[in-house]
């Protein structure tokens, strides 16, 4: 092989690990600045110094985490019309490159950690344990896959309190919870609506899952998630100086998204929330406006 051979597939794999790592997914990620923002702290300099170290620390262990699952799906990917143009399952990146890659973006990850502290790191090590396990075998387990996959945003942003030593609202948490088992089941709900329309080819672990269940799951964490909220946003009124009544009426187009964001789901078409998010301009103002009343509320 000559030397511009050599090259050539150098920065083909180079390139590889650089898709396979999913810079995309990275947005993700912002969810580590939730409670900081909810804290009234993210204009604290020393806060937002630890959500970045905690937002660079998420974008190293999932994208290791990204490398060992399609690494291990590789036989899988190959036999599948879309997913074979991986660069794992197309060749271009070794298995055994994959893993080295995914060994070296984990030890950085908790390397990062350690600068905010051993917080962190711990939940850090978490996201890890419970994402591998996923790989390894827990996304076939029916129900255990939803939790898994919703735990990742809940740990992201557990991740930006912990990290700036921020004391996590009840509510906060279940939010946080409910809302990513919204959007995981809605996106499964999306998938297999799909397969029974087209009869497009699905993830194997949907083939235990029916329509009606995954709209049973997204309904009951779409009630439970808008209860909590408006539990929250009682409480924060209460506790705020002025007795502001911006956290109250925040509720309004919090409700109003996600019960647009709701229809989205219904009609089958959630299997893609970041396209949903950049292309819904009424989903946009509407979350705008829940920023800027939940923002008022803390900051005023």
């Not at 995309?24 to 939730?34: G, I």
């Not at 964001?261 to 705008?288: N, S, T």
Request: net charge positive; with cysteine; glycine share 6%.
């Amino acid at each position: 092989m000559t030397t511009s051979a050599i090259k050539t597939t150098e920065s083909n794999v180079l390139v590889g690990l650089l898709r396979t790592a999913r810079p995309r997914q990275w947005v993700k990620n912002v969810l580590v600045l939730a409670a900081p923002f909810a804290a009234n702290r993210i204009l604290d300099r020393d806060v937002l110094t630890d959500a970045a170290i905690a937002f660079v620390a998420f974008c190293l262990v999932s994208s290791a985490v990204y490398l060992v699952n399609d690494a291990v799906d590789v036989e899988a990917d190959r036999a599948h019309p879309t997913k074979r143009n991986r660069p794992i399952a197309a060749g271009i990146v070794p298995v055994p490159v994959a893993y080295a890659v995914s060994a070296v973006l984990l030890v950085l990850s908790l390397g990062v950690g350690m600068l905010a502290g051993w917080p962190l790191v711990i939940v850090l090590s978490v996201y890890a344990a419970v994402q591998l396990g996923y790989c390894f075998g827990l996304k076939h387990q029916p129900v255990i896959d939803l939790c898994i996959v919703a735990s990742g945003f809940l740990l992201r942003a557990i991740a930006g309190g912990v990290a700036a030593s921020i004391p996590l609202s009840q509510w906060f948490l279940l939010v946080t919870a409910f809302g990513s088992l919204f959007m995981v089941s809605g996106k499964r709900y999306a998938e297999i609506t799909l397969f029974e329309q087209t009869g497009a080819k699905i993830r194997a672990s949907l083939s235990k899952y029916s329509s009606s269940y995954l709209r049973f799951v997204w309904a009951t964490s779409a009630a439970i998630m808008i209860t909590t909220y408006c539990l929250w946003a009682f409480e924060i009124r209460e506790r705020s100086p002025h007795n502001s009544i911006w956290a109250v009426i925040s509720i309004v187009p919090f409700v109003i998204a996600v019960l647009r964001y709701a229809v989205d789901i219904d009609h089958g078409g959630a299997g893609e929330p970041e396209d949903i998010a950049l292309k819904d301009r009424a989903l946009q103002v509407l979350g705008a406006s829940w920023v800027i009343c939940l923002g008022l509320s803390v900051y005023l």
